[in-house]
């Protein structure tokens, strides 16, 4: 019932910035631990980011002072801001909306959005 759709994506080079957003429709962004995930070609998915519906956020190492997780409630839109980008963070992207304390594998899922960072 929940469905997200991600956009803002595309191709930058590296030290660019990108914001993706993942409108929500059919539940609400404020009431889910919402979060990001990223899959680079031939290998697993991995979390980047959440944030609660306390606004308490965390991130992966890797992004920590690069990436900002944010939503806005009034749009229902969930966001990641991401500066000073490099080639590691090329992959496809990934909001997931979960019941918080339950499995991410367990909420709803976008379709994903590609970036991809240049040298």
């Known amino acids: 019932q929940v469905q997200l759709v991600e956009s803002g994506g595309g191709s930058v080079q590296a030290g660019g910035s990108l914001r993706l957003s993942c409108a929500a429709s059919g539940g609400s962004v404020s009431s889910y631990c919402m979060g990001w995930f990223r899959q680079a070609p031939g290998k697993q998915r991995t979390w980047v980011s959440f944030i609660r519906p306390d606004a308490a956020t965390a991130y992966v190492d890797s992004v920590k002072g690069r990436f900002t997780i944010s939503r806005d409630n009034a749009k229902n839109t969930l966001y990641l801001q991401m500066n000073s980008l490099t080639p590691e963070d090329t992959a496809t992207f990934y909001c997931?909306?979960?019941?918080?304390?339950?499995?991410?594998?367990?909420?709803?899922w976008g379709q994903g959005i590609q970036v991809t960072i240049s040298s």
């Open positions: 997931a909306a979960a019941t918080c304390g339950r499995t991410w594998d367990s909420g709803y």
